[in-house]
């Protein structure tokens, strides 16, 4: 399976997991909607680890996109400071509500970056065998990325009133 299609299906899952979220908050179920957050939250981090480990690098060296990956990873730092923001910063419904919208906007403007920039030019630098093998070693690091993407051990969810 080539990156292309590892970093599809990923996009696919988290897409479903912002409009789950988005959806549990509008029906009032605060619990199942924060529960569907921590996993999103977490996938969402080890992917961005797992680009940041096997993608990227590849992407700036071997195919001169420096400019190009060093915005997608100032993309990543948004994604995550909007995170750390929805799992700790105790935000009332509303402006959690906004925070998340907020979240999934940051996920969208990224997924097009890599989408219509990163990857058509990958995808004309790469053979189909490099390009499967950077999406067996992206799965490999998303293994590994995703033992450690949730919050940390000192994270209590903050509360926020309905």
């Known amino acids: 399976m080539s990156i292309f299609e590892v970093l599809g299906r990923q996009q696919r899952q988290i897409e479903e997991l912002i409009e789950d979220t988005i959806q549990q ?15 999103l ?39 995550e400071d909007a995170i750390n923001r929805l799992r700790v910063a105790g935000l009332r419904r509303s402006a959690w509500l906004v925070e998340l919208s907020n979240l999934a906007r940051l996920v969208e403007q990224h997924s097009e970056l890599e989408e219509f920039t990163l990857f058509p030019i990958a995808a ?39």
């Not at 950077?134 to 993407?149: D, I, K, R």
């Open 124 to 162: 004309l630098t790469f053979t189909a065998e490099q390009l499967a093998e950077m999406g067996q070693q992206f799965t490999m690091s998303l293994v590994m990325a995703s033992t450690v993407a949730d919050a940390a051990i000192t994270y209590e969810m903050a509360e926020f009133e309905p």
């Open 25 to 39: 908050m509008a029906k009032g179920q605060k619990e199942l909607a924060f529960v569907t957050f921590q996993l």
């Open 41 to 79: 939250s977490n996938k969402l981090i080890a992917c961005m680890r797992a680009e940041h480990a096997t993608v990227y690098p590849r992407l700036e060296h071997d195919a001169g996109l420096v400019t190009e990956v060093a915005q997608a990873r100032a993309e990543h730092e948004a994604i």
